[in-house]
């Protein structure tokens, strides 16, 4: 089983600066990886696919990059609506498992 | 536009069944693999349970392997989750969410969930 380990666990930063939130799987992964924001009430939703995939009408201040064991979400210059729990999530090739991290926190410094 | 809306939850006792159902609209749920992800009062995600767009496999977490069965009826546009021998851990937000890519491999469409609460 693969494990996602994402830091740092809590992230404070200012409107209008940059964010990188990474997220390390315990073994190479050769498959499908993506991020998802996550705010308070609210159903998660898909930001970035097959690492580096913006899915439909996320914004392009937000990318993500990374292969093998790092993966990188990177917020170019935040947004207040940006403050909310990310998730870095993969899907191994068979069988299918499908595993998330623990979440960062992206709060307001 | 697409839609999924979980409904089913409550409060059960351990040991006891409970049956979520999600009714999809605004897409072909045939044509799509289907997921539960749940999440405890608190805490991170974790996914449940998945289903391929035909019904034809079904994956499961090892926390829940025998005890939870996924099935679909894409007649009804509706997916379920019989959730059996419930424990107090399983008290969590349990949202669907439509599949996509390879082995359904991301969730790009979520319900807004619906809770379950195992207590005596």
């Known amino acids: 089983e693969i494990v996602l380990t994402q830091s740092p666990a809590t992230l404070s930063l200012s409107p209008g600066e940059r964010a990188t939130l990474s997220c390390r799987a315990s073994q190479s992964v050769t498959s499908y990886f993506a991020w998802y924001q996550q705010k308070p009430g609210q159903a998660p939703r898909l930001l970035i696919y097959d690492a580096s995939n913006r899915a439909t009408g996320i914004p392009a201040r937000f990318s993500g990059s990374g292969s093998g064991t790092d993966f990188t979400l990177t917020i170019s210059s935040l947004e207040p609506e940006d403050f909310a729990i990310y998730y870095c999530?993969?899907?191994?090739?068979?069988?299918?498992?499908?595993?998330f991290g623990q979440g960062t926190k992206l709060e307001i410094k | 536009q697409v839609q999924l809306v979980e409904s089913g939850g409550g409060v059960v006792q351990p040991g006891r069944s409970l049956r979520l159902s999600c009714v999809t609209s605004?897409?072909?749920?045939?044509?799509?693999?289907m997921h539960w992800v749940r999440q405890a009062p608190g805490k991170g995600l974790e996914w449940v349970a998945v289903?391929?767009?035909?019904?034809?496999?079904?994956y499961f977490t090892d926390s829940v392997k025998g005890r939870f069965t996924i099935s679909r009826d894409n007649s009804k546009n509706t997916l379920y989750l019989d959730m059996n021998s419930l424990r107090a851990e399983d008290t969590a937000m349990y949202y669907c969410g439509r599949g996509s890519g390879a082995n359904h491999a991301y969730v790009d469409r979520w319900g807004q969930g619906t809770v379950v609460s195992v207590s005596s």
């Open positions: 289903i391929w767009f035909d019904g034809s496999r079904q």
């Open positions: 999530q993969l899907c191994s090739n068979w069988p299918p498992e499908y595993t």
């Open positions: 605004g897409f072909t749920l045939s044509t799509n693999g």
